[in-house]
């Protein structure tokens, strides 16, 4: 079984950097990635006539473009625009193209989409604005989180240029993402990784999407690869040797999962607090309880971890595990200081006194056990007991017997205080000392 801090601590820190998820799924068609070769692409371009406007929307169309690039008028040049009543098809496609371009400059995004949609639909347009269009219906879907008509409208794309773009291949799996179809992102991604490859500029955004996919379906065998491989290609990715850790964690090869936090670490790549605490975590479960103190230790002083009781309190338990009482005293000691909680606050001098009894500081202990019962811990028969220990083994016996007869008043202890006032009784007596 995993331990409870471990799950804890996983799941505050394997976050993958991807964009919102949608709130709700919905189902879109699959895309034909099997691309037109260059030869048939061809063909197409030198099918679609290089038509050009009539003069009357031609003379529209170039008022309207000097009002919007040398007047900055937007919104006259989509009025005069707008006022245009195209005679055909294409000159109706064209001031779409024209007039689409125009909204989304004036953001009015929903108005530019559906105009370069009818654009794009009307399928007229030559080879370069058609290819255009397809690809601005795709990513003002996008934007508008429509993500089942840009997925649409880039798989025509594609089907029409032929083109192997990154980033269209990035923006069809972010589509994916959105839509919680996380099975359908992993091809997508691997083609950008491979057009990015191409290129010689290897990116990390698709192997941060093939993550996401796996880990969202609990595939964490499959996300670990990625990071290995993704970790190949752009080792200098720290974040990733952070998530991969985690990611072993899951799986639970908790050594693995150490090696690599210890790279990381060591890399200088740690930069949040559950990544200090994953490691620390991890070095205890490991058996290695002095460097989890130690690490611990080292990074509430530098500020990385945040000072308060809870962390004080994992310094001083692994430093205990490891027999450094007196070390764990110190930090049981900060941990009472940082406690709100007065209940709390008490049981931390209470373990403190604890490890300074058995770190033979038996006046420090003392010291411990009675703030423990100044902050009213809840049972105070075994910290008279205590007190009475410390007292005893320092050969303060007035003082260990009256802290035992103060014991004698909790049932629970009676019987054991009892027999402790007899033994230091005896043992007083045997070094010559009066009660």
């Known amino acids: 079984m995993m331990h409870k801090k471990l799950l804890a601590i996983i799941s505050a820190s394997v976050l993958c950097t991807v964009m919102a998820v949608a709130t709700a799924p919905a189902f879109a ?21 290089n038509q050009a406007v009539s003069e009357r929307v031609g003379r529209r169309l170039m008022n309207a473009l000097d009002m919007y690039t040398e007047e900055k008028d937007v919104k006259g040049a989509i009025e005069m625009l707008e ?3 195209p005679s055909d098809d294409f000159d109706r496609a064209y001031v779409n193209r024209f007039l689409g371009n125009l909204y989304a400059a004036d953001e009015q995004y929903q108005r530019a989409v559906t105009l370069v949609k009818q654009a ?33 409208y880039y798989g025509k794309w594609l089907q029409f240029t032929g083109e192997a773009d990154a980033d269209v291949f990035m923006r069809i799996a972010n589509s994916y993402y959105q839509l919680k179809q996380y099975d359908k992102i992993i091809q997508p991604a691997d083609l950008a990784i491979k057009s990015f ?9 698709p192997y941060i999407m093939k993550v996401a996919s796996y880990y969202e379906r609990k595939m964490y065998p499959e996300a670990a690869a990625v990071l290995e491989s993704g970790l190949a290609v752009l080792p200098g990715e720290k974040v990733w040797w952070n998530q991969l850790g985690m990611i072993y964690m899951l799986m639970e090869r908790f050594e693995k999962s150490l090696q690599t936090m210890e790279i990381a670490y060591l890399a200088g790549y740690f930069d949040k607090e559950t990544h200090y605490k994953a490691l620390v975590q991890l070095y205890s479960n490991m058996g290695i309880p002095y460097k989890a103190a130690m690490i611990m230790e080292k990074h509430i002083k ?20 490891s027999r450094e009482y007196d070390k764990a005293a110190v930090a049981y000691g900060l941990a009472a200081k940082a406690e709100t909680e007065a209940e709390e606050r008490a049981n931390m001098y209470r373990r403190q006194g604890t490890a300074y009894l058995r770190a033979e500081q038996y006046t420090k202990a003392v010291d411990a056990y009675v703030k423990a019962l100044n902050n009213g811990i809840e049972k105070e028969g075994p910290v008279y007991m205590s007190i009475t220990e410390a007292h005893f083994y320092n050969n303060n016996f007035r003082e260990a017997l009256k802290s035992v007869q103060e014991a004698k008043k909790f049932s629970d202890q009676r019987r054991n205080a009892s027999s402790w006032e007899q033994y230091i009784r005896q043992k007083a007596s045997n070094r010559g000392v009066s009660l």
């Open 197 to 205: 490859a191409a290129k010689g500029e290897p990116n990390r955004n």
């Open 120 to 152: 794009a639909d009307a399928n007229v347009l030559g080879w370069s604005d058609h290819a255009a269009m397809l690809k601005l219906v795709a990513d003002l879907s996008l934007q508008l989180e429509q993500y089942e008509t840009a997925l649409q």
């Open 83 to 85: 006022d245009t009543d």
């Open 29 to 49: 068609q699959d895309i034909n990635y099997n691309l037109p070769s260059a030869e048939d692409v061809q063909k197409q371009k030198d099918s679609r006539s």
């Open 302 to 321: 530098a500020g990385d971890v945040e000072a308060i009781a809870k962390n004080y309190q994992m310094v001083a338990s692994n430093y205990e595990q």
